[in-house]
């Protein structure tokens, strides 16, 4: 008997089992629901989530218990998991971001308290202060390859800030001319932030210097901010045409695209992780947590994944890791009345797809070998 003849019928299933897993996962992907993690303790009267990466979130959290300040600390996926990073000699604390094992933020203390920029590799008494000697207060917000950027208040005006891990290694990324500045986002040597320039907060991005300050500000635009950067991609917000409107750049002010999508009110992107942004938007009814794919029509509305008990919501942070994506930050549960820290979690379609091929591949093998 001609081997082709009894290969081919099974051949023709094969297909007709791969079509079919094949259009089972597309319907999976386009269907894929994200899954929301209520990270808030059951002994905390409010709590917020700020950043993500590798199983650890990071955040703040306010006890139930005595004075109402909040304390940094860090989650690896469920309430329970929480770790406290407030040091001992400070009355508040957040966290602000995480990367590569470190996480930064401030912690208020000293004599009179003051707000200092500080570092920790996950636990409190691990605390590094980076407060500039010639500061007032001082706040770090992200971190990433040994590098901290934040701001510091020095000679009355707010300047944007980078460390590597030390006081000591205070650099004034505050640009010629500026009045004031910020940083709050760092990746691969890149800084971004804005700076008050002309009568207008200006986004932009440093490569360690002062004067290395590249403006991301469009042209049309009022005030501009960068929150986030990673990989060559910056993301914040610009004021056009009467509204602030989430943005993406990728290095130059030519490069901006509009996420802000149809019939928004407003909307702020805040972070960015392997061609994921997330901010939030408002539709006309408050805040709403958001995560985009590089364009206003690709934005999903992480808030609709909610219960209804929740009335607003905002996206800090995303991370993906093993297919799959993971966005923090929180949202004001109305019958709880207080923020509640939140993570969502949706499997990538790449993973689906995987998924669908290894199974079509499985069923050839079968079929083949029957």
Sequence with gaps: MDRRAWRLPALRGARRLFGAAFAFILAACACAQ???INLHP?????????????????????????????????WSGSPKSWVDLHPASASDSEAYGIRGGQQVGYARTGEPFTDRASLWTGSAKSRVDLHPAEAVHSAAWGTHNGQQVGSAFVDQ???ASLWTGSAASWVNLNPAGAQSS????VHGGQQV???FLSGFHRAGMWTGTAESWVDLTPPGAGHSYAKGVYEGQQVGEVAMVGRQRASLWSGTASSWVDLSPLGAASSQALAVHGGTQVGNVNWGGGEHAAAWSGSAASVVD???FLPASFSTSVARGVWHDGGVTYVVGFGFNRTTNRNEALMWVVPEPA???????GLAGLGLRRRLRG
């Design 42 to 74: 059951p002994w905390a009267r409010s709590s917020v989530a700020y950043g993500v990466e590798a199983g650890r979130q990071v955040g703040a959290v306010v006890r139930q218990e005595g004075i109402p300040n909040p304390k940094a600390g860090m």
């Design 351 to 357: 993973t689906l797809l995987a998924l669908g091929a």
């Design 157 to 159: 005006n707010t300047r």
């Design 182 to 185: 910020f940083a709050s986002g």
């Design 193 to 195: 932030g804005s700076a």
């Design 34 to 36: 994200w899954t929301v």
């Design 302 to 304: 992480l808030h609709s």
